[in-house]
Structure formats: structure tokens, C-alpha cells
């Protein structure tokens, strides 16, 4: 198994884990409001620099969002172009499907604040995070589910080499 296909998946899945806390803070904070329903611009210099802290903490946002987005973009390709099983392929192609989804239910968080707009868009993010998960576990689990790890495998290969 690939080693540095599991680093970028759990590395994914925990940037995604972290996404989520940071978007919890954001919501809760109201920053979204900040924008004054200016989305994909805000306040500040030209709607692109924050002017406020709580322009900063959405942006803040955004920008983690963006890192994450590339990082399931890259763990998807990455997961389509070696040697993976359907499920994992299957997995991240679902994370993927349902990032512009969440992107436009982010704007809608900034248009439309509501409960309504921030439970789609929350209930999103966890489709995603799921489909993250699932990659990492079956890439840390091996191809026959098993959850050996070479360590393991080279240790049972030299014991039977002394035997």
C-alpha cells in the first residue's frame, strides 16, 4: 500500500475535520453577517480585504475551505489514477460531487442567514467529512480490509525467514 496516499487522505480528512470546527466558530459568531449579503465579496478594501474582525474570521474561512477543496480535488485524483478499490474511488468521488454544493450553500449561509441555510449547509460538510473518512479508513486498512501494516508484514516475513 501506497504510504503517501494514506498521509493525503488522513491529511484531507483531518483538514476537513478542522474546516468544519473553524465553520462551526464562524456560524456561531455571525461573521457571515459581516458581508452584509455580499458574497463572494465582503467588507474591507474593495470587498476582498477584511476591514473587521469578524470579516477576517470569513474570510479566514474561505480560505481554509479553498486549502481543503484542493485536497480533496488531489486525494481524488489520486485515488482514481493508482490502483484503489470502487469504494474508495467511489468515496472521494462523492466528496467531490458535493463540494460546489457546498460552495453555493456557503454563499447561501451569507445571502440567506438562517437556521435552514446553515443546517444544509453543516449536513454538506458532514457528507463530505464521511466520504473522507471513509477513503482514509479503507487506505490505512490495506486492499483486503485487513489492518496490517508493513511493519507487520516485514516482521512476519522474517520470522518465517528463521524458521
Not at 458581508?35 to 474570521?57: E, N, Q, V, Y
Amino acid at each position: 500500500m501506497n504510504l503517501s496516499f494514506r498521509h493525503l487522505a488522513a491529511t484531507t480528512t483531518g483538514l476537513t475535520f478542522g474546516l468544519i470546527l473553524l465553520g462551526v466558530y464562524t456560524g456561531a459568531s455571525g461573521a457571515g453577517l459581516a458581508c452584509a449579503g455580499r458574497w463572494p465579496l465582503c467588507d474591507g478594501w474593495l470587498g476582498l480585504f477584511p476591514k473587521t474582525w469578524p470579516s477576517f474570521i470569513e474570510w479566514f474561512h474561505r480560505f481554509v475551505a479553498m486549502i481543503t477543496g484542493f485536497f480533496i480535488l488531489g486525494t481524488t485524483y489520486a485515488a482514481w489514477r493508482s490502483d484503489r478499490n470502487r469504494i474508495t474511488k467511489y468515496a472521494s468521488a462523492i466528496a467531490v460531487v458535493v463540494l460546489p454544493v457546498q460552495v453555493l450553500l456557503g454563499a447561501n449561509t451569507i445571502l440567506n442567514f438562517g437556521i435552514m441555510a446553515q443546517v444544509a449547509h453543516h449536513a454538506a460538510a458532514l457528507t463530505i467529512l464521511c466520504a473522507m473518512v471513509i477513503v482514509t479508513t479503507l487506505a490505512f486498512a490495506g486492499a483486503d480490509g485487513s489492518t496490517a501494516t508493513v511493519a507487520d508484514s516485514e516482521a512476519s516475513s522474517l520470522s518465517s525467514a528463521d524458521d
